[in-house]
Structures are given as C-alpha cells and as structure tokens.
C-alpha cells in the first residue's frame, strides 16, 4: 500500500472503531517488550482516565503509547543484528509526565499549534488574538498547558492501531473554537509508524499537529547523537532570531551548516557558533522547508545510526520539518530505567506547517475554518543498514 492511500483505509476502520471501548487496557501486569509497567500509567487526571497502550506487529516491532498527551513511551526496533532496541526518549511512569515533575514535549502529539507563535498574538478575520506566552516571549506548542498535559480519549481497535481523539473546549489556552481531533497511530507489517492527524472546528482558528519524538537510534541514550548520520531533502530553511522566533525570510542552505542535502554525520558542524543560526540555537532548533511538495511518497528526511545499523525515513504529507538536536537537555532529566539524559541525547524531527505561520500570509496558511477538515500525515520507517558507515538510498 502507497502511504498516500492510508487515510482512506482508516476511514473504512472509524464505524468499527467508534464502537470500541475507550477504556481498553491491560488485563494484568505483564511488562511491555521495553520493560514497561502498564499500572504506572493508571491514573484519574480531571476526570479522565490514563493508560499504556501497546501496538505490535509480527516482526516484533512495539510501540507503548499512553493517551496522557498522546505520547509515545517507548518504540523497540531491531537493529541489525535482531536484537531489539528502544529508541526514544521517556519516563516509566506517568507522573513523571506531569510538568511539576518534568516539564519536557517528549515523544507528545502536540496542539493546537506546534512550534513558536510570535508574542503569542495572532490575527484572524480581523480579530486580533493574544494567547498565552511560555518560551520567550512567544507560544510554543498551543502554550502552558498544551495538549501534551492533557488527556485524549483512547479507542484500541485491534493490536496496531490506536486512535486518540481531543476535545478542545472554545478559549482553550485562549484558542478560539470547539477542536475536536483526531491522532491515529497505526504499526504496519513492514516496521512503519504511521501517524494521522485531523480536526474540525465550529469557528475560524489555526491548527498545526505533530508529534515531537526524541530519537536516538543508537538506542543508547547515555550517548550523544552526534555521530547519527541525517539527510533532509531541503533546499532552503526559515532562520529564526535568538529567541527562536522566525524572521519571516527563507534562506538557502547551500554553502551553510544548514546543509543535509548531502547526509552527515549531526556532530559536523554543530558547535560551528561562527554561523548565527547555530550560535542563536546553540545547534540546531530550524524548519526546514521540504523539496518534497506534499508527496507522502518522498523521504522527508532519513536518519542512520552506525552504532545499531537502524535506519529511519521520515515520510509526511507538510510543507516542513523541524530538526531540534537536542540542544536543551541538560543532565537534570533521569528517564526510563534510571538513566539520565545528556545534552544531544536524542534528536527530533518534527513534521509541520511553518512556525509562525499565522504572522506571515505568504506562507502556507494554517487557519482552519467551521466545514473544513484539517488533516495531515506521517510515517516514521525503520530498517537496516548492514554497513556502519553507510547511508541509506534516498
């Protein structure tokens, strides 16, 4: 199956998935393939319940997933000598998800807005609106309380797909209009977590969903991911200021630090603070604007590990991705099993609209208006390279 035909096969999937059950869960304490405890995700957060899912296949891929912000726990993925190896960032349990415990967007399907909306004002039909400001100055990822800390309706169909559904009242971290959505997680035979997105709203607001994963696909994440190997299929990316905010020009990446049209090792050129983009970041924190014309069928961007030989190709149906390397994590987060996490543990590579895009009309719009169904797509696919030092074909 083409990616670009998997929305319309889970559409075919929705009457029966509407008859599920939203509370499905674990019927005992057997651990997940990570080593996950489901009970540590059993908990009650302003009337709604929280739980672990856990996606299969019968290559033994799995995917743990909690509906508490729509967040992927753990991901285990066969490196190239079968062995099974966790490759994102988490916690063990869900309190340590909680933001008075760590204040992290690890692995969340975020919203209503991904990324940075400058000064938190945005306009629509006139009306001029000011939401919250959390990251400086600006909103980032639909402000202070996000759908990242909020919980999403679970619905688990089968043992590969599960489909978490957002209800988002009007004035929701002051977001204009009644959002219902949708993120649908589907694990597919040959190793590929597809991602589905989409929302309607009962008036003109802006949306702009993802997932923010943090990736190391050494599955090591002690170790930084400097040495992981990246390709982007961008020509030009959206510079942002020092406080992270775009500044409305897109710039060519030829002859610059910004360059992945060739893939390289991520440790290149990243304390290369000469280039401001990289001193403003201290890394990378950029959209990249996609070659890829809203092909879902073109690699976005591929990712290799030399250490584990795992591969990923990022596919999406957006105008951009977001290459964050980890810049912020600062030895003060200790993870899943005790292990605390360096900076550049992890990356991520987040597929979206432009930051921003409400405050600059000449990029693709991201309003959404009442009889209009957002959607987007995303497919993150892991194999195999035999040769350490090799990249995988684009």
Same mark, same amino acid.
């Given at each position: 199956? $083409?990616?670009?035909?998997?929305a319309p096969a889970?559409?075919?999937?929705?009457?029966?998935?509407?008859?599920?059950?939203?509370?499905?869960?674990?019927?005992?304490?057997?651990?997940? !393939?990570?080593?996950?405890?489901?009970?540590?995700?059993?908990?009650? #957060?302003?009337? !709604?319940?929280?739980?672990?899912?856990?996606?299969?296949?019968?290559?033994?891929?799995?995917?743990? #997933?909690?509906?508490?912000?729509?967040?992927?726990?753990?991901?285990?993925?066969?490196?190239?000598?079968?062995?099974?190896?966790?490759?994102? &960032?988490?916690?063990?349990?869900?309190?340590?998800?909680?933001?008075?415990?760590?204040?992290?967007?690890?692995?969340?399907?975020?919203?209503?807005?991904?990324?940075?909306i400058d000064h938190?004002?945005?306009?629509?039909?006139?009306?001029?609106?000011?939401?919250?400001?959390?990251?400086?100055?600006h909103c980032l990822?639909?402000?202070?309380?996000?759908?990242? @800390?909020?919980?999403?309706?679970?619905?688990?169909?089968?043992?590969?797909?599960?489909?978490?559904?957002?209800? =988002?009242?009007?004035?929701?971290?002051?977001?204009?209009?009644?959002?219902?959505?949708?993120?649908?997680?589907?694990?597919?035979?040959?190793?590929?977590?597809?991602?589905?997105?989409?929302?309607?709203?009962?008036?003109?607001?802006?949306?702009?969903?993802?997932?923010?994963?943090?990736?190391? &696909?050494?599955?090591?994440?002690?170790?930084?991911?400097?040495?992981?190997?990246?390709?982007?299929?961008?020509?030009?990316?959206?510079?942002?200021?020092?406080?992270?905010?775009?500044?409305?020009?897109?710039?060519?990446?030829?002859?610059?630090?910004?360059? +992945?049209? =060739?893939? $390289?090792? #991520?440790?290149?050129?990243?304390?290369?603070?000469?280039?401001?983009?990289? !001193?403003?970041?201290?890394?990378?924190?950029?959209?990249?604007?996609?070659?890829? $014309?809203?092909?879902?069928?073109?690699?976005?961007?591929? &990712?290799?590990?030399?250490?584990?030989?795992?591969?990923?190709?990022?596919?999406?149906?957006?105008?951009?991705?977001?290459?964050?390397?980890?810049?912020? &994590?600062?030895?003060?987060?200790?993870?899943?099993?005790?292990?605390?996490?360096?900076?550049?543990?992890?990356?991520?590579?987040?597929?979206?609209?432009?930051?921003?895009?409400?405050?600059?009309?000449?990029?693709?719009?991201?309003?959404?208006?009442?009889?209009?169904? @957002?959607?987007?797509?995303?497919? +993150?696919?892991?194999?195999?390279?035999?040769?350490?030092?090799?990249?995988?074909?684009?």
């Open positions: 199956m $083409k990616l670009q035909n998997l889970l559409l075919v999937l929705l009457p029966f998935i509407s008859g599920c059950q939203s509370n499905n869960r674990h019927a005992d304490t057997q651990l997940t !393939k990570s080593g996950l405890n489901p009970e540590n995700f059993n908990a009650e #957060i302003d009337g !709604k319940s929280t739980a672990l899912f856990t996606l299969t296949n019968d290559n033994g891929m799995e995917a743990a #997933i909690t509906n508490y912000g729509g967040r992927i726990v753990s991901l285990m993925v066969p490196d190239r000598d079968g062995k099974f190896r966790d490759v994102v &960032l988490g916690f063990d349990s869900i309190a340590d998800y909680f933001p008075e415990n760590n204040q992290t967007d690890f692995c969340a399907s975020i919203g209503r807005y991904a990324n940075r938190g004002r945005l306009v629509i039909d006139g009306d001029t609106i000011q939401l919250p400001v959390n990251n400086f100055g990822h639909g402000g202070p309380t996000g759908w990242q @800390y909020q919980v999403y309706e679970a619905n688990q169909p089968n043992d590969s797909i599960l489909i978490l559904t957002m209800h =988002s009242p009007d004035g929701d971290n002051n977001f204009p209009g009644n959002v219902t959505a949708t993120v649908t997680y589907s694990l597919s035979y040959d190793n590929t977590l597809y991602i589905s997105y989409s929302a309607t709203t009962d008036r003109p607001t802006v949306i702009n969903m993802t997932n923010h994963a943090y990736f190391t &696909l050494s599955g090591d994440p002690t170790a930084t991911v400097n040495d992981e190997i990246l390709y982007i299929n961008a020509s030009s990316f959206t510079p942002v200021d020092s406080t992270f905010m775009t500044t409305g020009e897109i710039l060519p990446v030829a002859g610059t630090p910004m360059d +992945f049209t =060739s893939a $390289k090792p #991520i440790g290149t050129d990243i304390a290369n603070t000469s280039y401001d983009q990289i !001193k403003n970041s201290n890394g990378y924190d950029h959209n990249w604007i996609l070659d890829t $014309k809203g092909d879902i069928d073109t690699p976005a961007a591929i &990712l290799t590990s030399p250490a584990s030989g795992i591969t990923l190709t990022v596919y999406t149906d957006e105008p951009g991705i977001q290459f964050y390397s980890g810049n912020f &994590l600062d030895g003060t987060i200790t993870g899943k099993k005790g292990i605390v996490y360096p900076q550049r543990a992890a990356l991520c590579l987040e597929t979206q609209h432009y930051p921003d895009s409400p405050n600059k009309p000449e990029w693709p719009s991201t309003t959404l208006r009442p009889g209009e169904t @957002y959607k987007s797509h995303t497919a +993150f696919k892991f194999g195999i390279s035999t040769d350490a030092n090799a990249v995988p074909e684009k």
